[in-house]
């Protein structure tokens, strides 16, 4: 299967984050030891990437800056026998090959994805919206990729939502189900939970086919004035087979202020390194 780029929509506001986004992108706070863009670029690699799409606004180049290699301070690490240092700085340089397309206006997920046309060219690709880690292993967009392996089709990360929660997302109408895959006919973006087609929300992984940028070059703007990436694939499912998988683990939030914590204090209670202190100030805290 000729599925060699991720693209990563990392051109948003980051609202949510303020004031913390305000100089610094949400995308280069650290989770643990990492800024979360690295988390998601290590889970296009291991799901098979080997070309990442990052697609930045204008003053955000410093989230493509952590995935490039940086020879100068290599060379001072080395010289100071900083080994461990070094081979941190390197992975993170060298994960994948890194190219950078710029959204000029912050004008919805949907036309994020449709900067990385002239990069992708003809061919399926992988997407990853950064809000989110997947820590299961296999890694939630492995799941879908195997799902493009036994569809060929668009494949949509499936998870199920309490109806009072699916507002929050994009919903999926389903015309068949498959174990954990079901096939796809339509899709709401933030749905009102009365008219949700189903309790199937979308989450922030994707594979997409070529397809998906002429759909989106005819998807109006929506609420806000933004493209949803979720109408364009509303489109395809209009006119071809879609399809879902319901995928086995859970995403963590880092989106927002309170998921980031939770997220932290989470995969730091588990951390070898980190747990033992990790778990006496949560101790001290409650006592
Ligand atoms: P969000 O809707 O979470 O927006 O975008 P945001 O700007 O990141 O954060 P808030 O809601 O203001 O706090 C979902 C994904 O789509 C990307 C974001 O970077 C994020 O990965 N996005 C969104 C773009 O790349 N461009 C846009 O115009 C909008």
């Known amino acids: ?30 989770v643990l030891d990492r800024p979360v863009i690295q988390w998601a670029v290590e889970e296009a690699v291991s799901a098979g990437a080997t070309d990442v799409v990052l697609v930045l606004a204008e003053g955000k180049e410093s989230v493509a800056h952590h995935l490039l290699p940086d020879p100068a301070l290599e060379r001072r690490l ?36 449709l900067q990385a046309a002239d990069v992708v060219g003809d061919r399926p690709f992988l997407c990853i919206l950064p809000d989110d880690l997947s820590v299961t292993d296999p890694p939630v967009l ?9 569809h060929g089709s668009p494949i949509l990360a499936l998870a199920r939502m309490p109806r009072s929660e699916i507002s929050r997302y994009g ?7 498959r174990g954990r895959d079901h096939r796809v006919t339509d899709a709401v973006e933030k749905p009102r939970a009365d008219d949700a087609p189903s ?21 109006a703007p929506g609420a806000l004035g933004e493209i949803q990436l979720t109408d364009a694939i509303a489109m395809l499912a209009r006119s071809g087979p879609v399809w879902g998988v319901e995928y086995e683990g859970t995403l963590l939030d880092v989106g927002t202020p309170a998921g980031w914590l939770a997220t932290n204090i989470r995969l730091a209670r588990d951390d070898p390194t980190l747990r033992t202190v990790v778990r006496s100030a949560l101790a001290a805290a409650s006592a």
């Open 1 to 30: 299967m000729d599925l060699r780029h991720c693209v990563i929509p990392a051109a948003g506001l980051g609202t949510r984050f303020l004031p913390a986004s305000k100089a610094v992108p949400k995308e280069l706070l650290p």
């Open 142 to 150: 492995a799941q879908l990729w195997q799902g493009y392996e036994r």
């Open 78 to 113: 080395e010289e100071r026998g900083k080994q461990r240092e070094l081979e941190a700085v390197r992975t993170a340089g060298h994960l994948a090959d890194i190219s950078i397309v710029i959204q000029a206006e912050p004008r919805g997920l949907g036309d994020a994805v």
């Open 199 to 219: 309790d199937l929300a979308v989450m922030g992984r994707y594979v997409l086919t070529p397809g998906i940028f002429d759909a989106l070059r005819q998807t």
């Open 171 to 177: 919903a999926v109408a389903v015309a068949e189900t």
